[in-house]
């Protein structure tokens, strides 16, 4: 039914106040617009520059308070290009028009890119010497590589974990170490190297050690305590 029909007694002032009412309608209308106008340009612009460069990425652009106001752009909003080199993670890029009102607006974005990351499995007890079974290779969207982790499977098969890794846990460097050759209270060899002589010496080890590490050791005979460096072939030396 059309409320301002002059028909109806009061049509002389209902048609006023829908005059009066249109463009306030109308306004809303585009301001609207105008917000959206800004994230499609935005999100197309962040699209074009990062798939050429990457051919894969993830971008979601923040829309702005609902509350903000902007007008219906003429055209399609002026977005520059980001700079290279392009940066994975937060971004704010910058979208304005000329006419027919003058605006600009930062808005901000994430993207993400596709990486490759080793992860568990199952749950891998502390101590645990790494197979094949126990790790998978899975993709996930980040800003960046995860600090640490591994993208070579030569690099975990074969380690010991050092702690508990939890089932899909990303396996990192800190987690793993070289397998333990020398376990403490293990009485061991040591071999003492001097300028000049070399000599042989029983050993008591107080620490766990793995190949490359060096441990603190007690003589047996003395009870004095010692450092030796356990070799690659896994034997003990002290210098």
Partial sequence: MNRCSTHSPFGPLLIVLCLLLLPVQLKATSVKAGVSQAVQAATEQLSSTYLK???????????????????????TPHTPPPQAPLKFG?????????QPQQWSIYLSAMVLQPVFVWSSSQNIPRNTIIGTDDIKLSETWLAQPAAGAIQNADQIIGMQSRQLIQSNQVIKERLLRQPLVIKKGHQLVAQVHQPGFSISTQVIALQDGAKGETIKVENSKTGKLLFARISPLGTLVIE
Avoid: M
């Fill in 90 to 98: 937060k971004v704010t890029i910058k979208v304005s028009c000329e």
């Fill in 53 to 75: 460069a990457n051919s894969r990425a993830k971008i979601t652009v923040k829309t702005p308070d609902t509350r903000l106001r902007l007008s219906t752009c003429a055209h």
